[in-house]
């Protein structure tokens, strides 16, 4: 049912949990599984201020992303990684506009509805605006 799931990560533990999932899930359905992290504008501003590319940037600040890799690998799932830049949510519903995949998987931030709405969350938006199933990890 799932041949192609993304997972978004920012390597934080509910983004771990949401990796797990999403290895378990592509397993099972012997899915291609793609681990997307989001630099947000603020951060990789800051990289290409100091003049890093933004592969010296991922590799320095984000080693998640190879754990992640990894952690797939061992658990017999093919893994890519992709890092974007921008704001998470609309970034992640823009991939998967332009890249189309089955499901994602992300990790919920517990925010309150009120907070949600004033705030705003990437799993909040992401549910609400992406063109396939969204399973969101608590």
């Known amino acids: 049912m799932f041949k192609k799931i993304m997972v978004a990560t920012d390597g934080s533990v ?11 899930q592509a397993k099972v359905e012997e899915a291609v599984l793609t681990i997307l992290n989001v630099i947000p504008v603020t951060d990789m501003g800051s ?16 080693p998640f992303l190879q754990k992640a890799q990894d952690y797939a690998a061992n658990n017999g799932v093919e893994a890519k990684t992709l890092t974007l830049s921008g704001h998470p949510g609309p970034v ?12 994602v998987v992300l ?10 709405l004033l ?14 199933a969204v399973l969101i990890v608590k």
Do not use: W
């Open 92 to 103: 992640i519903v823009d991939y998967l506009n332009s890249h189309p995949h089955d499901l």
């Open 14 to 24: 509910l983004a771990d949990k949401a990796l797990k999932t999403a290895v378990e």
């Open 107 to 116: 990790g919920h931030r517990g925010l309150s509805n009120i907070q949600a």
């Open 47 to 62: 990289a290409e201020m100091i003049g890093l590319s933004r592969a010296e940037a991922t590799k320095m600040k984000y």
């Open 119 to 132: 705030m705003g969350s990437v799993a909040f938006k992401v549910a609400n605006l992406a063109p396939c």
